[in-house]
């Protein structure tokens, strides 16, 4: 689903874009300079953190899904590596530094206006820090699988039913 706003003036030039077919689909392109504008898919980067049997997961302050429980994610930065920025999320949300262990899932596809068309979920495991939440969420908990309370988001539900099921890569 595309729900991005077109480009309206050429970044080159400032020349107002026209609507045409350039590389296989209808782009706007410019009528003075002849640049294509692409939109960049945006990016998030998430942890799953198991400790004792349990998963982290911190409640959205935010809509969409205001009150609903997610993994703790975030956007990436431009030119920032994902698995820092799934790092550095962690302690944003949770107060809690953790080592990626490795790859776990990439899942595609935009859920909201400003959510991410990308989504790179990291394993990780726990080095320090003291559990609190902290940026957008205002709590932060483990839970089990026979505990889970209500997700937002497919991939936080995909990733978190992988886990419960004991089907993780």
């Avoid at 080095?127 to 309370?149: H, M, N, Q, W």
Wanted: charge should be negative.
């Amino acid at each position: 689903m595309s729900t991005t706003r077109p480009a309206i003036y050429c970044i080159r030039c400032g020349t107002r874009m026209e609507q045409r077919q350039a590389y296989g689909s209808l782009r706007p392109v410019c009528p003075a300079c002849e640049y294509v504008h692409f939109d960049d898919p945006k990016v998030a980067a998430a942890v799953l953190v198991e400790q004792d049997g349990k998963i982290l997961l911190v409640r959205r302050t935010n809509d969409p899904s205001r009150g609903q429980w997610t993994l703790p994610a975030g956007f990436v930065n431009a030119d920032e590596d994902p698995q820092q920025a799934a790092a550095r999320e962690c302690v944003e949300e949770t107060g809690l530094h953790v080592r990626i262990l490795g790859l776990m899932d990439v899942i595609a596809g935009r859920e909201h206006p400003r959510g991410a068309s990308i989504v790179i979920v990291y394993r990780a495991e726990v080095l320090g820090g003291d559990l609190a939440a902290g940026d957008d969420a205002d709590e932060v908990a483990f839970f089990s699988a026979a505990s889970l309370p209500a997700l937002a988001f497919r991939a936080t539900q995909k990733v978190v039913e992988r886990w419960a099921t004991g089907s993780m890569l």
